[in-house]
């Protein structure tokens, strides 16, 4: 046990000690209950290696200080260019697949035609 979590504990009992004297028993105990179970949380939980203590002090910070929203726009040249599109080349009427010879062939017919 540290010492932060030493004193986590002894100010609980401090403040229960005093509340016992101004409150009625009944909701004495209840309150004590519930400031030593706050107490025991603080002093020994943690969630993801993290202290509560640290977490719940982060969250106040966030959503108590102010935020800087930036977003960096970025430069566009003035005045505008027009974007330049290609044209889409219509499919002419016909078979789609066409059967083309071979480079394999066209060397054959060349080289037969003039040996002959």
Same mark, same amino acid.
């Given at each position: 046990?540290?010492?932060k979590?030493?004193?986590?504990?002894?100010?609980?009992?401090?403040?229960?000690?005093?509340?016992?004297?101004?409150?009625?028993?009944? +909701?004495?105990?209840?309150?004590?209950?519930?400031?030593?179970?706050?107490?025991?949380? +603080?002093?020994?939980? &943690? /969630?993801?290696?993290?202290?509560?203590?640290?977490i719940?002090?982060?969250?106040?910070?966030?959503? /108590?200080?102010?935020?800087d929203?930036?977003?960096?726009?970025?430069?566009? $040249?003035?005045?505008?260019? $027009?974007?330049?599109?290609?044209?889409?080349?219509?499919?002419?009427?016909? $078979?789609?697949?066409?059967?083309?010879?071979?480079?394999?062939?066209?060397?054959? &017919?060349?080289?037969?035609?003039? &040996?002959?």
């Open positions: 046990m540290s010492f979590q030493f004193f986590y504990l002894v100010g609980a009992g401090l403040i229960c000690f005093f509340l016992y004297f101004i409150l009625p028993r009944v +909701l004495f105990f209840i309150v004590s209950a519930i400031i030593f179970l706050a107490a025991i949380v +603080l002093a020994f939980g &943690t /969630m993801g290696g993290t202290p509560i203590l640290n719940i002090l982060g969250s106040i910070g966030f959503s /108590m200080g102010g935020k929203y930036t977003w960096k726009k970025k430069e566009s $040249p003035y005045p505008f260019k $027009p974007i330049k599109r290609t044209q889409i080349k219509k499919i002419e009427q016909g $078979p789609v697949l066409q059967a083309q010879t071979s480079q394999l062939k066209r060397t054959r &017919t060349a080289i037969e035609m003039r &040996t002959k």
